[in-house]
């Protein structure tokens, strides 16, 4: 895969350096607005990067580049990506997707069409999850937190917004944190029946943090994402023969937890609360260790372009489709108007 990196943010520096061991990526371009040229003429020299520009046309008609990877703000993911497969270009788009779903289909089709290839860049661990779901038996409820206080947070309250808290950028905490949270769900029980969010609202009408309930046949799946509060993150998924849990922050997650009863054994005891206690199996699980949090599906999207694996794209862009359908859904039934 021959990549180039659309932007010049925290998150192109991220990838960057995630993408560094990873020997089927040749970074070949960067592009970056004309104030920011010095730092994309940076990173070009840190990173052996060929070519620089400051015309996103100009990029599209003359990279040796067959992939994009779009790390712009939150509003800006939809036209980019559009131009850029519309030009011939695989993307890699950056979470959320996009702001609409409309826009979301609109990327679908163009990327059939034209046998192109087109991905979200987010880390969840719940395909190593989907291998232990069938232990647990009957699902009754999914709950998931991912909260941490946002290093902006201060001067948004200052009356400083940033993107990340406007809405005119898409920001706030349900498509910038809670996302995570969604994926995990839908990766692992598909498109929820229905989905509203309970959120907390800033004076400029954004969320900083709210609760999601999706509603699946026989559970909810509970998913907490704050902005402008902490705690620890998790999620975990309750059957009736056990749980299993990611006992991190979702977007950083490694290791896996899955404990299930144990059905050789019958007796059972009571616990000093009165519960019922089975004895049970109890499996961990450690993720390979990487890079950066980011290698990995680097690694996965540059095997998939190359290989032109297209069903393997098509779970990907799948999830991703249902995911934004839910984030849509969401965000219109609690008033929240990008």
């Given at each position: 895969m021959k990549l180039a990196l659309i932007g010049t943010g925290k998150i192109i520096e991220d990838a960057l350096f995630a993408m560094e061991p990873v020997e089927?990526?040749?970074?070949?371009?960067?592009f970056a607005r004309p104030h920011s040229r010095d730092k994309a003429e940076k990173f070009a020299k840190q990173y052996a990067i060929k070519e620089v520009y400051t015309d996103y046309e100009e990029l599209l008609e003359k990279t040796e580049a067959d992939t994009v990877y779009i790390g712009l703000i939150n509003s800006a993911h939809y036209p980019y990506a559009k131009q850029a497969l519309l030009a011939g270009?695989?993307?890699?788009?950056?979470?959320?997707?996009?702001?609409?779903?409309?826009?979301?289909?609109?990327?679908?089709?163009?990327?059939?069409?034209?046998?192109?290839?087109?991905?979200e860049a987010i880390t969840v661990l719940h395909n190593e999850m989907k291998k232990n779901l069938n232990k647990l038996g009957n699902i009754r409820m999914a709950l998931c937190n991912y909260s941490q206080y946002s290093s902006r947070y201060d001067a948004y309250l200052e009356g400083d917004i940033t993107h990340s808290f406007d809405p005119a950028y898409y920001g706030g905490s349900l498509y910038d944190i809670n996302v995570y949270n969604i994926h995990y769900c839908v990766g692992l029980f598909g498109e929820p029946?229905?989905?509203?969010?309970?959120?907390?609202?800033?004076?400029?009408?954004?969320?900083?943090?709210?609760?999601?309930?999706?509603?699946?046949?026989?559970f909810s799946a509970v998913c907490t994402g704050s902005k402008d509060s902490d705690s620890p993150g998790y999620v975990c998924v309750q059957g009736e023969k056990g749980f299993?849990?990611?006992?991190?922050?979702?977007?950083?997650?490694?290791?896996?937890?899955?404990?299930?009863?144990?059905?050789?054994?019958?007796?059972?005891?009571?616990?000093?609360a009165g519960a019922m206690v089975r004895a049970t199996i109890t499996e961990d699980y450690k993720a390979p260790e990487h890079h950066h949090r980011m290698t990995q599906e680097f690694t996965d999207f540059a095997r998939v372009i190359d290989e032109k694996d297209y069903e393997t794209a098509k779970e990907f862009l799948d999830e991703t489709v249902a995911v934004v359908k839910v984030l849509e859904t969401a965000r219109k039934k609690a008033g929240i108007e990008f």
């Open positions: 089927t990526i040749e970074r070949t371009a960067i270009k695989n993307v890699i788009l950056e979470k959320p997707f996009t702001g609409f779903y409309e826009e979301t289909k609109d990327l679908e089709k163009i990327a059939n069409d034209k046998k192109l290839f087109i991905f029946k229905d989905a509203t969010y309970y959120p907390n609202i800033g004076p400029n009408g954004i969320d900083t943090s709210g609760t999601l309930v999706m509603e699946y046949d026989g299993m849990k990611v006992d991190s922050k979702p977007n950083i997650a490694s290791e896996l937890k899955t404990v299930y009863a144990d059905e050789n054994i019958k007796e059972k005891v009571k616990d000093a």
